[in-house]
């Protein structure tokens, strides 16, 4: 059998006795809902304080999987994976916990500690001390200690069955969705966007995915793979939106009637207008961004002033006060990373001397000469996908991506992977130059390279590859293509 007992947020537990069972019911539908993607049989028990998930059978893939699942579900600070069993005496579980922890425990201190629910002949300190000495007793190297020991041996004894927790793993802590609502994340697919939108998953809020297109199909194709995997990831119990506005519009129409200084400012209203109407068309009360204080120049409080004034809807910054290295530290542990350093950055085409404390009076002025049609037809025409139709479109897009694993005589392999990866793992292609040039350096870089020549990318997953060739194809570069590795 594989069993978890599933412990809930601290802040869910010190809610009111409504709030924690309204909670406690959206985790345990939350968890079913996945659960039984993985397995039918898998059982989801409620049982107040905690959460018991179990399915009987023995299956090493498939307790991988809800390990690593459990571990993304929001609402769950912690879970540990339980060995039930039944005995007939004290000694009989004594005996069962030596044999369950004799290698753990050796050469460490160790404590035991035993919760009991039902009638029995002992009561839980008794056990915990026959136990505890037994275990000390047979194991020369260990050592009782009652604070702060290496190991603490938890126990349950549910009248006639023991509950043996034998590893313990960390979730992702934080609120069940949706018990905080829903709302609208502004994906750009760089760091900020990403860990923005992962911590409102994190805080309960059913979190729908806005991208303003300012780069082609090859630049929506990344943000949609950035919004399904946080989606795929985080959020997966609950139906979620990705929606895409052609902004390309927009920004001629700025770069037409708006002062240099200005332009990054008007964008961001610009967006804030068509977000807040985007959103209140789906009913949603409040958009999130990725933006930092001082991090560029319309990110000042002065300049996020006057981009907040064009809309009433609440506007959520979670990462307001948090530095880059912060924010990339975070991305680095979601697994967006790699993702978002291979996404360009189009917001700057048009953030040119800009100002840092624009004046509104003189921003509402500027914005006169704008056609506001071109920003209504904008919102209007909005493209609204279920999450779940992304990943299939952003398939049939990558491939239509070159795939090869014999290449032609002459091709050049373009190792894209990062540097710690290469050093790691070089990589040799028999009869083929092998050029390492991360992924974070192809746009800028690739250039400069022998264009009479076929490049082929290669990366580990093969997804980034894909990724960046299509981005160069959407730039004019018709000579590249996708290196993967012979099946052996």
Not at 54 to 68: N, W
Not at 229 to 239: E, M, P, Q, R, T
Not at 274 to 288: L, P, T
Not at 346 to 354: A, D, L, Q, R
Request: net charge negative; glycine share 6%.
């Amino acid at each position: 059998m594989i069993e978890f007992i599933i412990k809930l947020h601290p802040e869910i537990s010190i809610k009111s006795k409504s709030v924690r069972k309204r909670q406690t019911k959206l985790l345990e539908q939350n968890i079913r809902t996945i659960m039984l993607r993985l397995d039918p049989e898998v059982k989801v028990d409620n049982n107040y304080d905690h959460l018991v998930v179990r399915v009987d059978k023995d299956d090493a893939q498939l307790r991988l999987e809800m390990i690593e699942h459990l571990q993304c579900i929001p609402g769950i600070v912690q879970f540990s994976e339980m060995r039930s069993a039944t005995y007939d005496s004290l000694h009989h579980i004594f005996e069962q916990v030596l044999a369950q922890y004799r290698h753990e425990l050796e050469g460490k201190s160790f404590v035991v500690r035993v919760r009991r629910n039902g009638n029995h002949d002992f009561s839980s300190i008794d056990a915990e001390r026959y136990i505890g000495g037994g275990l000390n007793q047979h194991i020369e190297s260990a050592r009782v200690q009652l604070k702060n020991p290496d190991v603490t041996v938890q126990l349950e004894v549910r009248f006639d069955q023991l509950i043996m927790k034998t590893q313990t793993f960390q979730g992702m802590g934080g609120f069940p969705l949706p018990s905080q609502g829903d709302v609208l994340s502004l994906i750009s697919g760089g760091f900020d966007s990403a860990v923005a939108s992962y911590l409102m998953i994190r805080k309960g809020l059913r979190t729908h995915f806005l991208f303003f297109n300012l780069g082609g199909p090859a630049h929506e194709t990344g943000v949609r793979q950035m919004s399904f995997y946080l989606w795929n990831k985080f959020s997966l119990s609950h139906k979620v939106k990705f929606v895409s506005v052609d902004f390309a519009p927009v920004v001629d129409e700025i770069l037409k009637t708006i002062d240099l200084g200005l332009m990054g400012v008007v964008l961001k209203r610009m967006m804030m207008r068509a977000g807040a109407q985007v959103a209140e068309h789906m009913g949603i009360k409040a958009m999130v961004t990725g933006e930092s204080i001082g991090q560029v120049a319309s990110q000042t409080i002065t300049n996020l002033n006057v981009i907040d004034r064009v809309t009433d809807m609440l506007v959520l910054r979670p990462l307001i006060y948090q530095d880059k290295q912060e924010i990339i530290n975070m991305a680095r542990d979601i697994g967006t990373e790699d993702l978002a350093k291979g996404m360009p950055e189009y917001c700057g085409v048009i953030s040119k001397s800009p100002t840092i404390s624009a004046v509104l009076k003189d921003v509402e002025a500027a914005e006169t000469k704008f056609d506001f049609r071109v920003l209504e037809k904008a919102a209007t025409e909005a493209k609204i996908l279920d999450i779940r139709t992304v990943e299939y479109q952003t398939e049939q897009q990558l491939q239509l991506v070159k795939t090869e694993s014999n290449l032609p005589a002459d091709a050049v392999v373009l190792d894209i992977r990062s540097t710690e990866e290469t050093d790691a793992a070089p990589l040799e292609v028999a009869g083929h130059t092998v050029i390492e040039l991360p992924f974070y350096k192809l746009a800028s870089s690739f250039s400069e390279l022998d264009q009479s020549q076929a490049y082929y990318l290669y990366c580990q997953r093969g997804v980034m590859s894909k990724l960046q060739a299509l981005l160069l194809q959407e730039q004019g570069y018709q000579n590249v293509g996708v290196y993967t590795k012979p099946k052996r």
